[in-house]
């Protein structure tokens, strides 16, 4: 049963840019190649001189593309396609793992080029992804393919089910949480005035940096030395804090990993404010993992994770006022924040990316056992070579 | 002369769309068929590691047998009681995992681990079916597939029904019955 498995990976969006889902991939393909198994990615690759692991192949450069609600830095065009039919030839797969496969990138470009088994995963949780419902009946023929569909939540499950038809099952994300587990905070940092963190993009309206901003300004006044850490990339509007406190709005911009984990250990409170459209929450099971004390907007992913407040202090979304309540409650009790702490740390253990690895790899094991692909020797995943009569005519072209 | 071509031309079009509507509906039975060996396979493994555990001794005797009952009739059960026969089998498997002082000891340590993760393989396996089979179930309604059928004369796939929530989780976690 626990033979390797040789898995293409396929990621949509761009690898040099934070984000949920290349995370995920990055972090699977890590635990999958420490269970033994063998993991080619394949996402698009911008210019930046970051640091590429060795398992990643790079789909070609990427163009920013409005998609559900954000930008997302994909590829796609004939160019890419045929890069993408190259890597799954050269790649003798038994299994593509596509991720977010409807979005128009190279994972909806592995979907149409790949025939064989076939796993995906869908990160997207928006209700009104207009993207995923004005194209679904043009995606059907790709979608039809995949043997196993996962949902990293039960709202990403919700949207896939309400859009596309069929059933997934779930396996939410994973989060490295020994990775998170210790670590020094900044210099200077929680200080004794208190402090609050944010971490995300500044000018992504649904991260809900405004809200928390909001509530920043009603609370700084009456607490001298409170600071709050912002760090992520994109610029901050500033312009709703009060000028005299906005000087204790620290913005550290993008941190590179080791920082990022260091940030979650700075802060007395650890805040994430998004407004929705969010499927899970990575930077929430992070902070968890880092054993933050956290208040956390309560939309249904959040409220899941933090087990239903439970694990972390949960507020209104999109209100400022509430959310400044619960903050000064937290910052006043260290003793409440200690058992929060404690509380999450526990509860992320569930999410946990060994825990999760193993559970994707028995959804490999399943579709593999019973595929016959090996059995018949038609080794994994071939190329797509279209209809029959289409295949039909090629064959008379070569003889 | 224009007629003509503008019909030959349609004709082949039309040739093509049905040869790629019928690859669909072939990849789509295909898929069905290789999800339903992957089920029968997970319900199988199952079955064995129910035996596995109630014969090392493991549990309370009466228990034991009320176990190997479930998982042994679920092994013979014919076509149409297989669905509550294996419903059966999770529900006594809930119960005595469940209910009672879980199992433990370095000798069933192993045993109950592969239960509970082969009762997690019947809820992927079912899942996956269930999936294809309603793919399948939608192509197949297609009005052009009804007229013309190009899937010949196989038969319309069955879901698969079943009670599936492994011992230990939440009833609305994995959605196990939401359909």
Redesign the interface.
Known sequence: MTAPIRVGIVCPYSWDVPGGVQQHAGDLAEALIAMGHQVSVLAPVGDGDHERPPYLVSAGRPVPVPYNGSVARISFGPRIAARVRRWITEGAFDILHIHEPAAPSVSLLACWAA?GPIVATFHTSNPRSRAMAATSTALR?AL??I???VAVS?AA?RTLVEHV??????IPNGVSVRRFAHAEPLPGWPGPGGSIGFLGRLDEPRKGLGVLLAAFARLAPQRPGLRLLVAGPGTADLSEVPERVRERVVLLGRLDDADKIRAYHSTDVFCAPNLGGESFGIVLTEAMSAGAAIVASDIPAFDAVLDGGRAGTLFRVGDPTHLAEQTAALLDDPQRRSRLSRAAHAAVSAYDWDTVAA?IA??Y???L????YDRKGIAGVRLDN?????TLLRRGERS | MATVAATLLFLVLLGFYLSWRATRLDRLHHRVEIARAALDAALLRRAAAVLDLTASGALRPGEARALAEAANRARRAGDDERELAESALSAALREALEHTDTPSGPACAPRLDEVLVAARGVHLARVFHNDAVSDTRRARRSRLVRLLRPAGTAALPHYFEMDDRAPGTALPQGGTTAR
Request: aromatic share 0%.
């Open positions: 025939d023929a039809e393919k043997n196993a569909r039960e499950r038809g069929g059933d997934a099952v779930l559970d028995h959804v094991e399943t579709v056992t019973s595929t016959g279209g209809p029959l009569s289409t």
